[in-house]
């Protein structure tokens, strides 16, 4: 069972517009949430964290809004740049330990 | 950031053959690292958590006898799939957590293709 969806299989978006990507949780025990960005035949890279005490943090273009009642979560860019482009993943955690990634929303930011 | 050195980045192997992947911290000790395995067009599925000097702790479904893991250092995890058919072709990613307690982060390695013939 997926405990976190990212539904948006794809996205694409105009250079200098905004890009929101979402993500939905089930576990009411996730407290801590991360967003990590993938290119083609290589690892995530960390890209910005919430913890469930917040409900937002803003680093830079990068912001993770969370809505704990709603068990969602969403990463917004602006302004989206072409080397955006790559595959989003969210992922979410109780213990700190294991965490759980979304199937990812491949991000296209068109020039 | 932390990095987290992965190898090979890609192998080629005919069926039958083991075949192992190295993940190495490089600038921090890592007591515990995780494998990922990533089919195309799906999540990061967690396999297992390598812990330094103890048995890997396995995700259900995953067979322990095929994918071994062994984490002889805390800067060193190892996977190795044993007797590789071609339905064990995917991206392998292994992950090391950088500090203790709660909150830290994941870093990632630049992940294995996989291809068994």
């Known amino acids: 069972d997926q405990q976190v969806k990212q539904n948006s299989p794809s996205l694409s978006v105009q250079e200098g517009r905004i890009s929101i990507l979402n993500c939905d949780y089930t576990?009411?025990?996730?407290?801590?949430f991360l967003w990590y960005k993938k290119y083609p035949a290589e690892g995530p890279t960390f890209l910005i964290s919430i913890s469930s005490i917040k409900d937002k943090n803003e680093d830079g273009r990068f912001t993770v809004f969370l809505n704990k009642s709603a068990k969602h979560l969403s990463l917004h860019i602006v302004p989206s740049q072409p080397g955006d482009s790559a595959v989003y993943f969210c992922a979410a955690s109780a213990t700190g330990n294991q965490f759980y990634f979304g199937t990812g929303t491949s991000l296209t930011v068109i020039p | 950031g932390a990095v987290v050195s992965q190898h090979p980045s890609r192998v080629i192997c005919k069926s039958g053959t083991s075949v192992k992947i190295e993940c190495r911290s490089l600038d921090f000790q890592a007591t515990t690292m995780f494998w990922y395995r990533q089919f195309p067009k799906q999540s990061l599925m967690l396999m297992a958590t390598?812990?330094?000097?103890?048995?890997?702790?396995?995700e259900q479904g995953v067979e322990k006898d095929k994918f071994l893991i062994n984490h002889a250092s805390l800067t060193l995890s190892t996977l190795t799939v044993t007797s590789a058919h071609p339905e064990d072709s995917s991206f392998y990613i292994c992950?090391?957590?950088?500090?203790?307690?709660?909150?830290?982060?994941?870093?990632f390695g630049s992940g294995t293709q996989l291809s068994v013939l």
């Open positions: 576990n009411s025990m996730f407290d801590y």
């Open positions: 390598s812990n330094e000097g103890s048995k890997a702790t396995y």
């Open positions: 992950s090391a957590r950088d500090g203790l307690g709660r909150g830290e982060k994941l870093f």
